[in-house]
């Protein structure tokens, strides 16, 4: 979605509230260059077919916006950017993009080391220009 200068967005959610049901997600949300800014909003659903899935040594990873990993998701994005969903086997590693100067990570479950030191799920891990970005998964199966 592509709010530009008119979507007014709001989640629906009245049945699972009434009954108590879960809801399991991430919503991340990118501020629109400034020359963007005023442009139509519009909406476009990509298919699970629209995103590569990328595996190697115990990596699994879903391009959903953006280049990484030598592929390109077709959801279309105004700014250099990449979004991946990455499972993370037990001793597995992965690379953040190095050609990009902001990059974080969001842990969902279990536990990776990052120079050296262990976080826990339920952190934003935030990689600074000109730093390796690697990520090693410690005990259990990432999400």
Same mark, same amino acid.
């Given at each position: 979605?592509?709010? $530009?200068? $008119?979507?007014?967005?709001?989640?629906?959610?009245?049945?699972?509230r009434a009954q108590g049901d879960s809801l399991h997600g991430?919503? =991340?949300?990118?501020? @629109?260059?400034?020359? +963007?800014?005023?442009?139509?909003?519009?909406?476009?659903?990509?298919?699970?077919e629209d995103l590569p899935t990328y595996e190697s040594g115990g990596l699994w990873a879903r391009l959903v916006a953006g280049e990484a990993l030598r592929r390109q998701s077709q959801v279309k994005t105004h700014s250099p950017l990449f979004y991946v969903h990455w499972r993370l =086997?037990?001793?597995?590693?992965a690379q953040m993009p190095a050609e990009y100067s902001?990059?974080? +990570?969001? @842990?969902?479950?279990?536990?990776?080391?990052?120079?050296?030191?262990?976080?826990?799920?339920?952190?934003?891990?935030?990689?600074?220009?000109?730093?390796?970005?690697h990520v090693h998964r410690e005990g259990g199966m990432q999400r």
């Amino acid at each position: 979605m592509t709010a $530009g200068r $008119g979507i007014t967005h709001s989640e629906r959610f009245e049945k699972a509230r009434a009954q108590g049901d879960s809801l399991h997600g991430i919503q =991340a949300w990118v501020a @629109l260059p400034n020359a +963007a800014e005023e442009s139509e909003p519009s909406f476009a659903h990509h298919g699970i077919e629209d995103l590569p899935t990328y595996e190697s040594g115990g990596l699994w990873a879903r391009l959903v916006a953006g280049e990484a990993l030598r592929r390109q998701s077709q959801v279309k994005t105004h700014s250099p950017l990449f979004y991946v969903h990455w499972r993370l =086997a037990t001793g597995a590693d992965a690379q953040m993009p190095a050609e990009y100067s902001e990059r974080a +990570a969001y @842990l969902v479950s279990g536990a990776v080391e990052v120079e050296g030191r262990v976080y826990e799920a339920g952190h934003m891990l935030v990689f600074r220009g000109g730093r390796s970005g690697h990520v090693h998964r410690e005990g259990g199966m990432q999400r």
